[in-house]
Nanobody
Framework: QVQLKEPGGGFVQAGDSLRVSCAVSGRTLGAYSMGWFRQASGKEREFLAAISSSGHTFTGNFVKGRFTISRDNANKTMFIQMNDLKPEDTALYYC?????????????????WGQGTQVTVSS
């Protein structure tokens, strides 16, 4: 059983930066990967970025250059650094875990999810 917790999130102004973390607990076994998704009110959940336990990353084109994914394997924590935030970045941000080192963008490929943390960007 893998549990994910996302402390962080918050209310920021447009142009600000914010880093959200995701702590993993439980049996992650060997190689694994994790991802960040977000869901704005009334919209579908969308992929942001993914990272493997070996350090490979993939970032969605629409946030590339503004959002950066990273991880601390020793502490089983993943981060997403978000710069130059815009009001359209307002959403519930989720981290997700999958028992494979292969990076995936599809939400259904992930086995465990955090509860989500709200990020609100005011103009």
């Amino acid at each position: 059983q893998v549990q994910l917790k996302e402390p962080g999130g918050g209310f920021v102004q447009a142009g600000d930066s914010l880093r959200v973390s995701c702590a993993v607990s439980g049996r992650t076994l060997g190689a694994y990967s994790m991802g960040w998704f977000r869901q704005a009110s009334g919209k579908e959940r969308e992929f942001l970025a993914a990272i493997s336990s070996s350090g490979h990353t993939f970032t969605g084109n629409f946030v590339k250059g503004r959002f950066t994914i990273s991880r601390d394997n020793a502490n089983k924590t993943m981060f997403i650094q978000m710069n130059d935030l815009k009001p359209e970045d307002t959403a519930l941000y989720y981290c997700a875990f999958r028992f494979s080192i292969v990076l995936e963008t599809a939400a259904q490929e992930y086995a465990a999810w955090g509860q989500g943390t709200q990020v609100t960007v005011s103009s």
